[in-house]
C-alpha cells in the first residue's frame, strides 16, 4: 500500500514531462497508474468480501511509535476503490477539458498528488500519519482550487478552503493525539479494540469534540459549510473529483473509520443526527435557490454528506447498509453530473439553467449520462439512489423503535424534505438543459469528445448496475463496510422491493413532493429567497467579517508590541514571563519557602551576597551604560566566586570566562558605536514603570528559586552521569562530558546562537557610516523612553 501512494506521487513528479510532451495524449497516458491500482486494489476484493483484513506496517519514527501504517478492510477498500477508480476518469476528463490550457502540465501534477494523498488518508492505520496525508489533501486541494491565480475569486476561494480545513485540521489533530495517548496506541485499528475504556474515559467529550470539528470542517458541516460551493471556482474537474470522492468525504470517512472507536454514546448519536440533519435541509434549501448548474450540484453535496454524517450517527444495521449504499451512490451519480455539467459548459459556453434548452438532440450521449445520473440522484427505482433513499428512510424510522422517537421523527421529516429538494435539483441539472425548446447557447453547441462524456457514461452505468445487480453489490461492498462501521460482522439485506412499508410510503410522498415543487420551482425559489432577506443569512459574509476582525486584531497587537524600540521589546518580554510564571505558581500553590537550616551560609557567602545588592544598585543609578555594563560585571564575578564557595569550580571559572568577555565584548561595542549626546534618562513615568516590571520579575524569580531549593534534591540523573561519564564519554570530567557529549547537539545549538549574534552585531558595526561621528540625536520618543 506504501508502494502504491508512492507511485503516484511520483507518477505526479513525471506527470508534467508527459503532458508537456504529448498534450493530445497526456490525459489518456497519465491514467494509466490509477488504472492499474484500481485493478490492484479490486484484487483484494474477494479476500475483504469473505471478512479479512490487510495490514501493512513500515517503521518510520519508531522512538516516538510512529509507523508508515496502513489497514485495508471494507470500508477503505471501497474508498481506495472509488479514489483511484473515479481519478482514473478524471485525468482522462482533464485532458479534454483543459486542452490547450498552458498550465495543464501543471494541473496534473496537482491532481495527481491530491490522489495520492487522499489514497494515505483512506489507507492510513497510524494517527500521525493520517495527521500528515490529511493536510497534505488540504494544501494539495488549495493548488487545486486556486488553480486560476490571476482570478481574485479563485484566490480567496482557495484561501478560504484552506483556511477552514487547516484550522479544523489542528484542532483535530489534538484529539486525535488526546485518543491515542488514553487508548495507549496510536493504532487506529487497535484504538478500536479500547472503545469501552476510550467512551468511560474523563476526555472522551473532549476528545470527540476535537475530533469532530476537523472531520465537520472537511465535509462542510453546518457552520463549516460555506467554503463548499466557493470551491466551485476551481476547473470543473477538480470540483468532480473533490465532492464525488475525495477530499469532502475525507470527514465522512473518519467518522465512519471511529465509529467503533468512539461511537455509540447518547452524545455521539445526538451531535451526528442532529448536524447530519439539519446539514442536510440546509444544504438543499440553498441549491434549489441556485441557477448556476455547479453551484446546485455543490450544494447537494452538502446535502449528500450531511445524510451520510446523520447514517454514521445512527449506527444501527440499517443505517450502516444505508451508508454503505448511499457512500456509492453518490459517488457514482455526482461523479457523473460533475462531469456531464462540465461537458455542457464547455460546448455551450454557459452553466445557467435559464440559458439551456433542447441540447438533448445535439449531445446525446452526455444526455443520456446526466439522464441516468439524475434518475438516481431523485432516487427513483432501479437505480442505486434509490436504494439509498429507501433504506435511509428505513433508519430514521426505526430510530422510534431504538427509544429515541422524537429525534427519529424529526430526522425523518428532514429527509423528506431534503429528498424532494433533491429531486428538483435532478430536475433543473437534467429536464431544463436536454429537454424542452432549443435555446440559443454562447457557444454553438454539440457532442462533447469522448474524454468528456466516457466518465459520466461510466459512472451512471455503474450507478444503474449497480442497482439493478444489488445482489453483487450486498456481498462485496455492502456487508464490508457494514461490518467496519459496526465493528463486527452484519447481517445485511439490499432489495428494490420490500412490501408496503413505510419507507416505501415515505419515497412516494418524496416523488410527489418533489415534482410539485419543481412545477412550481421559479415561485418556490422566490420565496425562499425572500425568507433569507428576511433572516439576514449570508455565512460567507460571515466568514469575511472574521477575517476583517482577525486582520484587525493582528494590526493593533503588531502596532502595541512591535513598536521598533529595543526598551519595549524587553519590557513586554519580561513582563509576559513574570505574568505567566506567577499565574501559573499562584495557580498551583507553588510558593514555599525553605526552612532556615537550609539559609544557612558561611559569612563570607553573606558579605558577597551584599555585594552583589551593592553592584546591582550601582547599575541601577548609574547614568553611564560603561559604568552600568561594569557594575553587572561585578555581580558576575561575585556569583562566581559563591560557585566556588561552595565546591563548583569548573561552573566558576565558566562563569568567570563569561563575565570578563561579556565586559570587554559590550565595552568594545559601546565603544565603536555613535555617541548619543542627546540621551536622556527615562521620565518618572517609564522609570516607574520599569521599577514595578523589574521588581515584579525579580520576585517571581526569587520565588521560583525558594521554590526549587525546597525541594528534595532528585539524585537520579547525578548518578546517571556519573556512572556513564567515563564509560561512555570516555571523560572522568562530569560537567565536560554532558556539555560535549549528552549535550552535544544542544552545546553545538547554542554556539551557532552565539556566532550569529556575533556576526550580526559585527555586520552593523561595519554598516554605520563612516568618517567623524558628531552624535547621533535620536527621537524625542527615544529620549524620553515614551511610545510614539
Known amino acids: 500500500m506504501l508502494s502504491a501512494i508512492l507511485g503516484i506521487f511520483a507518477w505526479a513528479l513525471v506527470a508534467p514531462i508527459v503532458a508537456g510532451r504529448s498534450p493530445k495524449l497526456g490525459g489518456w497516458i497519465l491514467a494509466i497508474v490509477p488504472a492499474a491500482l484500481t485493478v490492484w486494489f479490486a484484487g483484494f476484493v474477494p479476500e475483504i468480501a469473505a471478512g479479512g483484513v490487510v495490514r501493512e506496517v513500515v517503521p518510520w519514527i519508531p522512538g516516538l511509535d510512529v509507523n508508515l501504517s496502513f489497514y485495508l478492510d471494507g470500508l477503505s477498500l471501497t474508498f481506495a476503490l472509488m479514489v483511484c477508480g473515479i481519478g482514473t476518469l478524471i485525468v482522462i476528463y482533464c485532458g479534454g477539458y483543459l486542452h490547450g490550457d498552458p498550465m495543464l502540465p501543471r494541473f496534473f501534477l496537482y491532481i495527481l498528488a491530491f490522489m495520492a494523498s487522499m489514497l494515505g488518508v483512506v489507507l492510513a492505520d497510524n494517527v500521525i500519519s493520517l ?36 484550522l479544523g485540521g489542528l484542532v483535530m489533530m489534538a484529539g486525535l493525539i488526546l485518543l491515542g495517548i488514553v487508548g495507549g496506541s496510536f493504532e487506529l485499528s487497535e484504538l478500536a479494540g479500547q472503545s469501552d475504556l476510550l467512551r468511560e474515559h474523563p476526555l472522551y467529550l473532549a476528545i470527540l469534540i476535537l475530533i ?6 472537511k465535509s462542510a458541516q453546518f457552520p463549516f459549510h460555506f467554503w463548499l460551493p466557493n470551491a466551485m471556482d476551481a476547473p470543473t474537474p477538480v470540483s468532480a473529483y473533490l465532492h464525488s470522492a ?21 452524545v455521539w448519536i445526538y451531535t451526528l443526527v442532529s448536524f447530519g440533519a439539519f446539514t442536510s435541509l440546509l444544504g438543499a434549501i440553498l441549491a434549489v435557490r441556485q441557477t448556476d448548474l455547479k453551484r446546485i450540484l455543490a450544494y447537494t453535496t452538502i446535502t449528500a454528506l450531511g445524510q451520510l454524517t446523520m447514517l454514521i450517527g445512527i449506527g444501527s444495521t440499517y443505517a450502516v447498509e444505508t451508508f454503505a449504499v448511499y457512500l456509492l451512490a453518490h459517488a457514482c451519480y455526482k461523479g457523473a453530473l460533475f462531469m456531464g455539467v462540465g461537458a455542457i459548459d464547455h460546448e455551450t459556453g454557459t452553466r445557467e439553467v435559464g440559458q439551456l434548452g433542447g441540447l438533448l438532440k445535439l449531445m446525446p450521449v452526455t444526455a443520456a449520462a446526466v439522464g441516468l445520473a439524475a434518475m438516481s440522484n431523485a432516487g427513483l427505482p432501479p437505480f442505486l439512489g434509490f436504494l439509498g433513499k429507501e433504506f435511509m428512510y ?3 424510522v426505526g430510530m422510534a423503535g431504538d427509544g429515541m422517537a422524537a429525534l427519529g421523527w424529526i430526522a425523518t421529516l428532514a429527509m423528506l424534505a431534503s429528498n424532494a429538494l433533491m429531486l428538483v435539483t435532478a430536475g433543473l441539472v437534467f429536464v431544463k438543459p436536454f429537454l424542452g425548446p432549443k435555446v440559443e447557447t454562447p457557444k454553438h453547441a454539440h457532442e462533447a469528445p469522448v474524454s468528456l462524456w466516457l466518465g459520466p457514461v461510466v459512472l451512471s452505468a455503474v450507478g444503474l448496475g449497480l442497482g439493478v445487480f444489488h445482489g453483487v453489490l450486498e456481498r462485496l461492498f455492502v456487508a464490508p463496510v457494514a461490518a467496519s462501521l459496526a465493528g463486527q460482522a452484519v447481517d445485511v439485506h439490499i432489495y428494490l422491493w420490500g412490501g408496503f412499508t413505510t419507507p416505501l410510503g415515505l419515497s412516494i410522498v418524496t416523488v410527489a413532493l418533489g415534482a410539485a415543487l419543481y412545477v412550481g420551482w421559479s415561485r418556490v425559489k422566490a ?32 502596532r502595541v508590541i512591535q513598536s521598533g524600540y529595543l526598551r519595549h521589546y524587553v519590557m513586554f518580554t519580561i513582563g509576559f514571563t513574570t505574568v505567566a510564571i506567577g499565574a501559573t505558581m499562584v495557580i498551583h500553590r507553588a510558593f514555599t519557602m525553605p526552612s532556615v537550616s537550609v539559609l544557612e551560609a558561611p559569612y563570607t557567602a553573606w558579605v558577597l551576597a551584599l555585594t552583589v545588592i551593592a553592584a546591582t544598585s550601582a547599575a541601577v543609578v548609574a547614568k553611564s551604560r560603561l559604568v552600568a555594563i561594569l557594575s553587572l560585571g561585578v555581580v558576575g564575578v561575585v556569583i562566581a566566586l559563591i560557585f566556588l564557595l561552595y565546591g563548583a569550580p569548573d561552573v566558576a571559572i565558566t562563569q568567570f570566562m563569561v563575565e570578563t568577555l561579556v565586559v570587554i565584548i559590550v565595552a568594545l561595542v559601546l565603544a565603536r558605536l555613535p555617541r548619543l549626546t542627546a540621551f536622556q534618562r527615562p521620565s518618572r513615568r517609564s522609570a516607574a514603570r520599569d521599577a514595578v516590571i523589574s521588581i515584579a520579575f525579580g520576585a517571581v524569580v526569587t520565588a521560583v528559586m525558594l521554590a526549587v531549593i525546597d525541594l528534595p534534591i532528585p ?3 547525578s548518578e546517571y552521569f556519573a556512572t556513564r561519564s567515563y564509560v561512555e564519554g570516555f571523560g572522568r570530567n562530569v560537567v565536560n562530558v554532558i556539555l560535549v557529549d549528552f549535550r552535544a547537539v544542544d552545546t553545538l545549538g547554542e554556539i551557532l546562537v552565539v556566532a550569529t549574534a556575533g556576526l550580526g552585531a559585527f555586520a552593523l558595526l561595519k554598516a554605520r557610516p563612516r568618517g567623524k561621528m558628531p552624535g547621533t540625536a535620536l527621537p524625542q520618543t527615544e529620549r524620553t523612553g515614551e511610545r510614539p
Open 131 to 166: 495527521i500528515v496525508f490529511w493536510e497534505l489533501t488540504s494544501v494539495t486541494s488549495f493548488l487545486l482550487i486556486g488553480y486560476l491565480h490571476d482570478s481574485p475569486k479563485s484566490r480567496r476561494s482557495a484561501l478560504q478552503a484552506l483556511l477552514v480545513t487547516s
Open 212 to 217: 469532530l470539528v476537523g472531520t465537520f470542517t
Open 246 to 266: 475525495t477530499m469532502v468525504k475525507a470527514g465522512v470517512y473518519l467518522m465512519a473509520r471511529l465509529a467503533p472507536t468512539l461511537g455509540g454514546t447518547e
Open 527 to 558: 420565496a425562499l429567497d425572500g425568507v433569507a432577506r428576511a433572516l439576514g443569512y449570508d455565512s460567507d459574509g460571515g466568514w469575511d467579517r472574521i477575517l476583517k476582525g482577525l486582520v484587525g486584531v493582528a494590526w493593533w497587537q503588531t
Open 394 to 396: 428505513s433508519s430514521t
Open 715 to 717: 539524585l537520579d540523573l
